[in-house]
C-alpha cells in the first residue's frame, strides 16, 4: 500500500485580502501520479508554493513525510543566449558531479546531448533536460509544472510516458501541474479539480463525469487509455494490492 509523502488539512491563503486557496485538505502519495488542473487564477501556482515550502499557509497544516527529498521542474527557465553553458555542465549547476549529470541524462534520453549547448537544444529535448535536473538527487517525490509546456503532441505523448516510467524506476509520487487535459488524463492515476477550493477528484474518468469539472471545462467525450500497471474499480480505486481510496467529488449549491 503507498504511504503519504505529504498530507495537507485545512489549507488556506489569501492575498491582500483575497481568498486564493480555501480549505484545501489532500495526500500525495508515494508511487501515485497525481495532476493538478484548473482555470487560470485557480490557486495551482500558489498551492504548488505551499506544498515546496516556498511559502506558509495562513491557516491549516502542510506535513510532510520524514526523508521526504524533492525534485522540481519549473514551468519554464530562461538562460542567456549567450551563455557558454553545455547541457551537462547546466545540470552541474546544481552542485552535482558530472558523473551523475550524465546519468540523468541518459535516464530521460538525451545523453548524446550532454556536450552540446543548451541553447541549441529543441523545446522537448529543453524539457527533458529540466526532468533530468529534476530527478539529479533520486527524489522520492516529483513536482512538474507543466511539464510538456512547448513540447509538440508526439513529444508531450513521449514526455509522459517518461515521467511514467521515471516514478516507477524511483519509487517516487509525482505532482504534475498542466492545462493540457486530455493528453495528462492518459498519463496520471489521480487528477485534483482546483479553482480556490477542491472542486473534484479521484480516477481521471471519474473527474471528467463530475459536473464541478463539467462546469469548469465543459463535456469532454474523451478516451483516455490509463497507462499503468495496475486497475481501477467503477469508482475509480485502485486495485492488483494498491487499493488506497480516492477522494470523491464534492458537492455544492
Not at 121 to 138: D, F, N, P, T, Y
Not at 159 to 178: D, F, H, P, T
Amino acid at each position: 500500500m503507498s504511504s503519504p509523502l505529504i498530507t495537507l488539512k485545512g489549507v488556506n491563503k489569501a492575498f491582500g485580502g483575497r481568498s486564493v486557496l480555501d480549505n484545501i485538505s489532500m495526500q500525495l502519495m508515494q508511487g501515485e501520479i497525481t495532476t493538478l488542473i484548473g482555470p487560470n487564477g485557480a490557486g495551482k501556482s500558489t498551492l504548488v508554493r505551499i506544498i515546496l515550502g516556498l511559502i506558509q499557509p495562513d491557516s491549516g497544516t502542510v506535513s510532510p513525510s520524514a526523508g521526504l527529498r524533492v525534485g522540481y521542474m519549473p514551468q519554464k527557465m530562461h538562460i542567456d543566449p549567450t551563455l557558454p553553458l553545455t547541457t551537462c555542465r547546466f545540470l552541474q549547476l546544481a552542485n552535482t558531479s558530472h558523473h551523475a549529470c550524465h546519468e540523468a541524462l541518459e535516464r530521460v534520453g538525451i545523453g548524446h546531448l550532454a556536450t552540446s549547448p543548451i541553447q541549441s537544444l529543441s523545446g522537448g529535448e529543453v524539457q527533458r533536460a529540466l526532468l533530468a535536473r529534476a530527478i539529479l538527487r533520486k527524489p522520492n517525490f516529483l513536482v512538474l509544472d507543466e511539464p510538456v509546456q512547448g513540447v509538440d503532441v508526439t513529444g508531450q505523448n513521449a514526455l509522459y510516458r517518461m515521467i511514467g516510467e521515471l516514478s516507477k524506476a524511483l519509487n517516487c509520487g509525482v505532482l504534475m501541474v498542466s492545462h493540457d487535459l486530455h493528453l495528462v488524463m492518459s498519463a496520471t492515476d489521480r487528477v485534483i479539480c482546483l479553482n480556490q477550493h477542491i472542486c473534484c477528484q479521484g480516477h481521471p474518468e471519474q473527474v471528467t463525469q463530475d459536473q464541478a469539472y463539467i462546469d469548469i471545462f465543459g463535456q469532454t467525450t474523451a478516451v483516455y487509455a490509463h497507462q499503468h500497471d495496475h486497475h481501477h474499480s467503477l469508482h475509480g480505486d485502485v486495485l492488483d494490492g494498491h487499493n488506497h481510496q480516492h477522494g470523491e467529488g464534492c458537492n455544492h449549491d
